[in-house]
């Protein structure tokens, strides 16, 4: 199996490539390939566009594309590291008050991503189930989310706001599981709620539980 691209800073969109000093060509080029890919995506579907479509998108031989991504799953974990780069990096940039509002707003911030993102987060929760192309990538996502989510809970219980007769590893792996399931169970649906909503919806009766009263 070829190894995973490079996960590089830009951000994940459709927006020109910056060619900044500091930035070599080969990290352009890969920007440029992604950027031009989840455009497409975005448009058709993953399944609907092929390599040498992205390679007319982003002006570059179809065999240079392959040199970056030898296939569109890899460019799909890429694009997957990414937005969840980015959500964490959202939460932390604009800390807020206090884990329950944390934890609402770290909800927000990935319900509107995924509802930006809508074809491609549904390509990719059907390559995360065990032993598909994903699933290794969905692992280092979710310990990225863990991670966050565990310094979350600690902070709180410091506070008083969490109860500490459970640990801060077995409350994030129950948010996350409310998370993970809501996006799967949206996706299933059709798409046609709003995710930020429902994980608002969810949080909320599980963090009635977690926290204590006043």
Same mark, same amino acid.
């Given at each position: 199996?070829?190894?995973?691209?490079? &996960?590089?800073?830009? =951000?994940?969109?459709?927006?020109?490539?910056?060619?900044?000093?500091?930035?070599?060509?080969? !990290?352009?080029?890969?920007?440029?390939?992604?950027?031009? #890919?989840?455009?497409?995506?975005?448009?058709?579907?993953?399944?609907?566009?092929?390599?040498?479509?992205?390679?007319? %998108? #982003?002006? @570059? *031989?179809?065999?240079?594309?392959?040199?970056?991504?030898?296939?569109?799953?890899?460019?799909?974990?890429?694009?997957?590291?990414? @937005?969840?780069?980015?959500?964490? *990096?959202?939460?932390?940039?604009?800390?807020?008050?206090?884990?329950?509002?944390?934890?609402?707003?770290?909800?927000?911030?990935?319900?509107?991503?995924? @509802?930006?993102?809508?074809? /491609?987060?549904?390509? /990719?929760?059907?390559?995360?189930?065990?032993?598909? =192309?994903? %699933?290794?990538?969905?692992?280092?996502?979710?310990?990225?989310?863990?991670?966050? @989510?565990?310094?979350?809970?600690?902070? +709180?219980?410091?506070?008083?706001?969490?109860?500490?007769?459970?640990?801060? #590893?077995?409350?994030? +792996?129950?948010?996350?599981? &409310?998370?993970?399931?809501?996006?799967?169970?949206?996706?299933?649906? +059709? !798409?046609?709620?709003?995710?930020?909503?429902?994980?608002?919806?969810?949080?909320?009766?599980?963090?009635?539980?977690?926290?204590?009263?006043?």
């Amino acid at each position: 199996m070829p190894d995973t691209p490079p &996960v590089s800073s830009a =951000p994940v969109s459709s927006a020109p490539v910056s060619s900044a000093p500091g930035r070599s060509r080969v !990290q352009r080029n890969h920007d440029r390939i992604l950027a031009a #890919a989840i455009e497409l995506f975005a448009e058709r579907g993953p399944d609907a566009v092929t390599m040498a479509d992205i390679a007319a %998108a #982003a002006g @570059m *031989a179809r065999s240079s594309v392959f040199n970056h991504f030898p296939s569109k799953n890899l460019i799909l974990a890429c694009f997957f590291r990414r @937005m969840t780069d980015e959500i964490l *990096a959202e939460a932390r940039a604009k800390p807020r008050p206090g884990f329950r509002a944390s934890m609402l707003d770290l909800g927000r911030i990935a319900g509107t991503r995924a @509802m930006r993102h809508r074809r /491609i987060v549904a390509a /990719i929760a059907g390559l995360t189930a065990p032993r598909q =192309p994903l %699933a290794a990538t969905e692992r280092e996502t979710d310990d990225a989310m863990l991670t966050h @989510m565990q310094a979350l809970i600690r902070a +709180g219980q410091a506070t008083g706001e969490v109860r500490d007769d459970q640990s801060a #590893a077995s409350l994030a +792996g129950l948010l996350l599981a &409310v998370l993970t399931a809501s996006a799967h169970e949206w996706v299933a649906g +059709g !798409q046609r709620d709003d995710l930020s909503a429902l994980l608002e919806a969810r949080f909320s009766l599980v963090l009635d539980g977690l926290t204590r009263k006043s």
